[in-house]
């Protein structure tokens, strides 16, 4: 059965911050993984997806990459600002009978204060 | 490009009652997953429709149900609530199938369930 962890569950940091969030799981067996932004209350943003195949994928500040043979992703956070102050989730979208369940860590709560 | 919508927005609800939530995907969009998140639990699957076929389904009784219409919008039922069927219910959409290499989900803005 996958499982995902990410780490740490919170994080508070100063703006202008570079910052690192780490997830990682237990089966390499994937066809994606998604970094997603969930605000107070609300739904879930896209943020990045990786195939399988690559190994990183970069938008504006952020940029996530992925190690399939170690279970790994960490999304990279660049020059932080109070805007980015939300709840941070991975999730993986398992291959074999599993396929379509997409699932997630528990989150990374991120605070980002003036 | 609109993109996934969800009404209601907010139901309460009480115990031993049913609900009926629904998921419009963005447009073109075959594929609609439903999600519940608790604060406990986190995010659970519940099951994906393809082309008005559900394709897979979570570990969920079965007063869960859900179907697909032939536009592609998604309704969800719950009959006989209980208390612990207060959650936030996400619906996702996207292009093709999830079993897809690439294949990026996007969510909508969620039901708020409260079951009292």
């Known amino acids: 059965k996958q499982e995902v962890t990410q780490i740490p569950a919170a994080l508070s940091v100063p703006e202008g911050e570079n910052l690192v969030l780490n997830c990682s799981f237990t089966?390499?067996?994937?066809?994606?993984l998604q970094w997603f932004r969930q605000d107070p209350g609300k739904g879930l943003t896209s943020l990045l997806l990786i195939q399988s195949s690559q190994r990183e994928q970069t938008s504006g500040r952020l940029n996530a990459s992925l190690d399939k043979s170690s279970g790994r992703s960490t999304l990279y956070i660049a020059a932080s600002q109070p805007g980015d102050s939300a709840t941070y989730l991975c999730a993986v979208l398992p291959g074999g009978t599993s396929y379509g369940k997409l699932t997630f860590g528990q989150g990374t709560i991120l605070t980002v204060h003036p | 490009k609109a993109g996934v919508t969800q009404t209601p927005r907010y139901l309460i609800k009480t115990r031993g009652q049913q609900v009926t939530l629904s998921c419009s995907p963005i447009?073109?969009?075959?594929?609609v997953s439903w999600y519940q998140q608790t604060p406990g639990q986190g995010l659970q699957f519940l099951f994906e429709y393809f082309s008005e076929t559900q394709r897979n389904k979570g570990n969920f009784p079965g007063r869960f149900s859900g179907r697909q219409f032939s536009n592609s919008r998604s309704e969800m039922n719950v009959s006989t609530l209980e208390l612990g069927d207060s959650a936030l219910y996400l619906c996702a959409s996207s292009l093709a199938p999830s079993d897809r290499p690439g294949n990026e989900q996007f969510f909508g803005p969620g039901t708020r369930l409260t079951v009292l």
């Open positions: 447009s073109g969009h075959r594929s």
């Open positions: 089966d390499s067996a994937i066809y994606n």
